[in-house]
């Protein structure tokens, strides 16, 4: 070997073009497009919670007014016959009360008509219950003199709010020149305070806004997540462990699997109309009650639950069984003190989530009458009752201004619930899950 031999460079081969650069070029915009898709995402979530929040915020504070009223007894009982007819005090003229502490209060004379009747448009109607209560309760306060806070009618809570916009002609808004300077004067002196309005969630129905809450519609939810969770838990593990662990795989368990799939994708008015013929059709369940509710949103949870505690069983290792039967345990045994308990989070998971689903249902219970005008709160599954998204529903459909931040303030109670819902779901998977 000469040394031109030895001090020659070795000839490297010429590196070959993959396309290194342009596979990690698309990684890259791969991953700017998901970004961006979770950015639009979020910030369409964030669009959404700002206009239901900044629309709702404020129906929990309702406009109050703090009158001085003197249960006069020749307004309540002018004939004086409460001692022989307790009923002889229901029918009194409660508001009038209140329109004379008003009138009082703000110094103004009650005989002229056009002012009596601006300052009975200050204060809700929902007085006359207000003050009638307050008697038939103890009817010991006639002839005294008792401060109360009253509500304020929904046209003055919602100017008294900055909802209504005071610049332009009296003629084109719904609270008066002169009932302006009432509220201003009011406020001045500390009469008049925006309170935190239980009412939304005690009151029923109502045509006026001030008196209008949730409490019948949360009731009536509640009656039916009861009777879906009674019925859809057992029922659906039920069904999963057999067609699990113990039905015989053929064609009949085949067709059974692909119907239980494909009723988890049936539009849930489907169930409406099932419900209407079945329930109320046949078996002539009433109308509007919670049970026939519950019952029908049972039918669209159970496919739900199915699915899930199905997956929750397949999730168990098969050792465990093995190990199970291998002991001596029968399959029964093996089921319900193995497997069972291991699939429970998941079984918890996928029952919290289907209920959840079933909180926010409208449709179907729309068309079983749940959408009836009901103001008394019921009492059993059987009375009548409505439903949060089916209130929130009906309120969306008036056209009072009051009503717009009441129907905001409901939504925000119902994402509130399946908020909840849902974080409980979470912290139950995450607190008895078991990693294999």
Known sequence: MTDATIGSPVARPARRDIGLKRRYAAERRFRLYGVGAIAIGILFLFALLFSVVSNGYSAFWQTSIRLAINFDPAIIDPQNKRETDPNAIVAANYPQLARDALAKKLGVDTSDRQVSRQLGKMISDGVRTQLRDMVLADPSIIGTTRDVWVLASGDVDSANKGQIDLSVDQARRKV???????????????????????GLFSFGASSRPETAGVGVAILGSFYMMAIVLVLSLPIGVAASI???????????????????????AVPSIVYGLLGLAVFIGFMGLPRSAALVGGLVLTLMTLPTIIIATRAALRAVPPSIRSAALGLGASKMQMVFHHVLPLAAPGILTGTIIGLAHALGETAPLLLIGMVAFVVDHPTTPLDPSTALPVQIYMWANEAERAFVERTSGAIIILLVFLAVMNLAAIILRNRFERRW
């Open 242 to 264: 057999y067609l699990e662990e113990f039905a015989p795989r053929n064609r009949l368990t085949d067709i059974i699997e692909v119907n239980i799939n494909n009723l988890a």
């Open 176 to 198: 008066s020149d002169q009932q302006v300077k009432w509220i201003g004067q009011l406020n001045a002196d500390g009469t008049m305070a925006k309170r935190f309005n239980f």
